[in-house]
């Protein structure tokens, strides 16, 4: 059973519909006693970082999140769900995270330019390239260069390039998808990315249920 953590911000269902679509067991819930009896989490997120965080801990899921991943439950973050599970966030203030992953939520900087020279607008709303190497079972069935759709004004900076699985090019190289471990982390929007999104779900499902990613 995949859970999905309700905890009161928005594109729920988008993804609960995009996991089911893939043959996924799912159940969205917005009981912290629920993630005990998950075959993986999943933490979507929309919005500013620090509501997110405050809906999180309001929730009672910090506890439970934390103990489910240092379990080895896998665990996959969505979009600002990604960015949670980082130390801290600069948007808006400085606001703490889940501290899964070392490294910080940094805003794109200022006058980023394409390789035209054109200057790139924040955030950046759209579809971009996932480059990769081709050996995270996440991303099995998905060819480097493959495009996935994006919203967000902020990135992730890890400590560790290791825990780096997908690059992205946006005026700057960022991480748009991270793993450490039992953990894994998207920037862009699975349940909107078409064919690419739904093999990444499809991979998490059988992640999650201990079958071979393909």
Known sequence: MIVIVDYGIGNLRSVEKALQQVGGDVRLTADPA???AAQGLVVPGVGAFGACARGLRRGGFEAPLL?????????LGICVGMQLLFE???EMG???????????????????????????????????????????????????????????????????AAHVAAWTDYGIDYPSV?????????????EKSQAVGMQILRNFVAIAAGRRAG
């Open 34 to 36: 629920a993630l005990a």
């Open 67 to 75: 103990a489910a991943a240092r379990s080895g439950k896998p665990l």
């Open 88 to 90: 801290e966030s600069e």
């Open 94 to 160: 400085r606001h703490a995270g889940l501290g899964l992953l070392p490294g910080r939520v940094l805003h794109f900087p200022t006058g980023m330019m394409d390789a035209r020279g054109q200057r790139l607008k924040t955030p950046q709303i759209g579809w971009n390239q996932l480059r990769h190497d081709g050996s995270d079972p996440l991303l099995a069935g998905v060819p480097s260069g493959s495009f996935a759709y994006f919203v967000h004004s902020y990135y992730c900076a890890p400590a560790d």
């Open 178 to 190: 991270v793993r450490r471990g039992n953990l894994w982390g998207v920037q862009f929007h699975p």
